[in-house]
Structures are given as C-alpha cells and as structure tokens.
C-alpha cells in the first residue's frame, strides 16, 4: 500500500451540492492528520487538521476512521471559489510529512 | 504572516547545467523541506532539514544536495541538472514538532 493515496478524480459538481474525498494511509502510528488546499498554480495551504475522529469548519468536515485506516473530507452547498486540489497529509513523525497525490475539485455553475 | 519566498518563479536552464534555488522564511522556523511536483505524482519530499548544517534525505534525493547555513535559508542544488528534473519546486517551513507547513509559490524549473 502506497503510504498516502487519494482518488486522483476530476471530481466535477454542480454549485451546492456535496462532495466527499477519501483518503487512505499505510502508517498506523500516524496520530494527526491534514488536509492542504492549493489552488491552480499556487502552493498548498493548510485546510483543516484532523487529531481525533473528525473536525469540522463551516461547510467542511473532515473524518477520521483508525481502524480502516482512512480519512475523509466532506464538503457542504459547494461554491465556484471551492474549486482546487485537494492534498490528504500524513506525518511520518514530528517534523516529516507525506502529501498524497491530490484530488481535483471542480464546482461548475 | 509567515512568509516564505523562492529566488525564482520559472528558471530554464540546459542540460549539465549546476542549478541552484533559494529558499528563505522569515518565521524562525527551525524545518525546512524541499519538494518536487509533478502531475500524478503529488508533492515528493528531496531533502528537508531541522536545524542548521542538518541534513536528510526524503523520498528522492538522488541528484541533489542542500546547503543550510543559516537557519532562514535553504538552498536546493541540481549538481548537473538532467531533463527528468524538469518539475514544480516547492520549499516550505514549519516549527519544530509543528505540523502546519507553509510553503514558498514554488519553482517551475525547465531543463533543456
């Protein structure tokens, strides 16, 4: 199992619907979790953190499930502006971090 | 507002060629990482670095090597830059034990 994996996609939906994105990870010890955000030709920034079973932000959710080893990033009543890439991170340790390959986003009209 | 910034926003360079990006961040962070993006194949960590004059290699260091002098910057060379080293270079920083990296706007780096 690759140490971090994402459905690549294109995820395409229409403006308010729901979209969720799995992700899955090989290192059981891993305890927090992240997802990143990066827009078309810009760098990733920090979307939400996950430490326990899940977190929520707004219209975001993220979700945590150790024993199958995965987590999930739900989005609520998509907007135009949600529309990215969207990287699952998953630390070896402190200071090191493995980025899946992504999930592209694209909310249409 | 952490700020982290990269010499160049595109670089062409030949074939053979040593190449060098500069990374700086103005946070005092004490992890510096340096990455390739290439489609498909997401965000690939070549070296990073905890402290300075630290040094370890990530996933694929083959082919290049990183100088940190000086905490706030972290230098990425290409020894003798090959075609297959065409890719998006992406530095980013955090605390030490931190999670949270914040990146530079990257490189896009074409070898000839």
Not at chain 2, 65 to 82: D, G, H, Y
């Amino acid at each position: 199992r690759k140490e971090v994996e994402q459905d690549p996609g294109p995820f395409n939906v229409p403006e308010g619907a729901t979209v969720a994105f799995n992700c899955t990870y090989s290192n059981s010890a891993s305890q927090s979790f992240f997802w990143y955000r990066q827009d078309c030709r810009k760098e990733p920034k920090l979307l939400m953190s996950v430490y326990s079973s899940g977190n929520e932000d707004g219209r975001f959710t993220a979700q945590l499930n150790r024993a199958s080893q995965y987590i999930s990033l739900l989005i609520r009543d998509s907007k135009l502006s949600d529309s990215a890439t969207y990287l699952c991170v998953v630390p070896l340790n402190n200071n090191d971090m493995r980025f899946g390959a992504g999930t592209r986003l694209t909310v249409k009209p | 507002d952490v700020k982290v910034t990269q010499s160049s926003r595109y670089l062409v360079k030949r074939t053979g060629e040593k190449v060098f990006l500069e990374c700086v961040q103005d946070m005092d962070h004490e992890n510096m990482f340096w990455y390739r993006q290439d489609p498909g194949l997401g965000l690939r960590l070549i070296y990073f670095s905890y402290d300075v004059k630290m040094k370890e290699k990530g996933d694929i260091p083959e082919g290049y090597s990183v100088s940190r002098e000086k905490k706030e910057r972290f230098s990425l060379i290409l020894e003798s830059a090959s075609t297959n080293q065409t890719s998006m270079y992406l530095c980013a920083s955090s605390l030490w034990g931190g999670n949270e990296q914040y990146f530079g706007p990257g490189t896009r780096l074409t070898v000839t």
